[in-house]
């Protein structure tokens, strides 16, 4: 009797087990706003962290963990003061909006920057959105000038702005245009309509055209970096310098594309940039080396997969710019676009990507890489990486609400 007993007493609790209700997931809405909730805790943390150097801003960890910092001129200087303006728009506490324009003003001197593209990163990422949330004409008026820095390094024989001068290692190269470049035209459009000049669009425009012919394969991949001859505007060389190899696809690079063609057919209404960011877009979504968790590998061609380290900082990108391009295509493609942002959100925000209060030198996201051919940044957090993730969130955020 006992026995029969037990067996009936296993069966019931075999049945409960089958049965039982998975663990539910947390709503989207719950992941964002916990995510942002965590990520203005971490960043006001690390404005604090760096309230007695005025002249420095976040750029990563070292190999024992400890806080990298760089000064205005280097490229990421604008992604911290962005994320905290991105924080302020979601919070508008008075710590937020002091910090985000402590940080803004230590870029400002950048707006001067001529001998290099990045003044884009560096002032609009910063001063762009601090104008967006205040509508200070002081913050208007930088970027003005830094667009006219911009633009002094165009040139109409090749039809491009040029990247990169004496670098050690821009030597290779006459006139090296990067993928990376196309992120600084929202500046320049943004000029021209705000100060009524179409020498900003017509620059950014050409820019993008030149780069649509030249820098993407048939699939739709993009090289790294393509160089011109100054003197005959045609093709010198491309290669992928921070790629796996010249014909591979660096995941970043990928991002920079469908970011910078979804932005221009917002800013421009041109149907052959959107057409561009659903080539790259179906590109990135169907290859088969993009992980379940949609957080690609540093290279979509890494020889080592699956045991490649991923980059966070791609995959905020590609997010941020999945989320803006699901509101230009019809509602199936929308759908899809969305669902795997979704995915990558949620990745993002799990412990497998997301830090620890207080830890990871105060950075949101672990994980990113920066250059592993030259063996720099590898899986440490990154200020673009936080910058493109909160912006994700941000995005999603208005696009729930308005749904």
């Not at 069966?11 to 709503?27: D, I, N, Q, R, V």
């Amino acid at each position: 009797m006992l026995k029969q007993l037990s067996i009936v007493i296993l069966a019931l609790a075999t049945l409960f087990a089958c049965t039982a209700p998975e663990p539910k997931e947390k709503a989207l809405e719950q992941v964002i706003n916990e995510s942002l909730d965590f990520a203005t805790h971490q960043s006001l943390l690390m404005a604090e962290s760096l309230k007695d150097q005025p002249d420095r801003l976040p750029q990563t960890i070292d190999d024992e963990g400890k806080l990298v910092t760089c000064s205005s001129d280097w490229w990421v200087s604008g992604f911290f003061p962005g994320v905290l303006w991105y924080l302020y728009e979601n919070n508008p506490s008075d710590s937020l909006k002091n910090w985000a324009i402590n940080y803004t003003l230590r870029v400002e001197d950048q707006k001067y920057t001529t001998d290099n593209h990045d003044v884009g990163f560096m002032i609009f990422c910063s001063f762009g959105n601090a104008f967006r949330l205040t509508g200070d004409s002081a913050y208007k008026e930088v970027i003005h000038t830094a667009s006219n820095s911009l633009i002094t390094r165009f040139n109409p024989t090749v039809g491009c702005i040029r990247s990169w001068d004496s670098a050690p290692w821009s030597k290779q190269w006459q006139f090296p245009v990067i993928i990376d470049n196309m992120m600084n035209l929202e500046m320049l459009e943004w000029s021209a309509k705000t100060f009524e000049d179409t020498t900003y669009s017509h620059i950014a425009e050409t820019h993008a055209n030149t780069t649509m012919e030249n820098h993407f394969r048939d699939d739709y991949s993009s090289y790294h970096v393509v160089s011109y001859d100054t003197i005959t505007g045609e093709v010198e060389r491309k290669n992928t310098a921070q790629g796996y190899s010249d014909d591979s696809a660096w995941a970043r690079g990928q991002g920079w594309g469908l970011y910078g063609y979804t932005m221009m057919y917002r800013e421009t209404g041109n149907e052959a940039y959107l057409k561009q960011a659903e080539g790259i877009a179906d590109f990135i979504l169907t290859h088969p080396n993009l992980p379940a968790d949609k957080i690609p590998y540093w290279d979509f061609n890494a020889p080592n997969i699956p045991d490649a380290k991923r980059d966070a900082s791609a995959g905020a990108l590609i997010c941020s710019a999945l989320i803006e391009l699901s509101g230009y295509v019809p509602a199936e493609k929308a759908k899809e676009y969305l669902a795997v942002a979704e995915t990558q959100l949620r990745s993002l925000s799990s412990p497998a990507y997301r830090a620890e209060l207080g830890e990871n030198g105060n950075f949101i996201l672990e994980h990113s890489v920066g250059h592993m051919p030259n063996g720099t940044e590898i899986d440490v957090p990154l200020t673009y990486a936080d910058y493109y993730y909160v912006e994700a969130l941000m995005r999603m955020k208005k696009k729930l609400a308005t749904n």
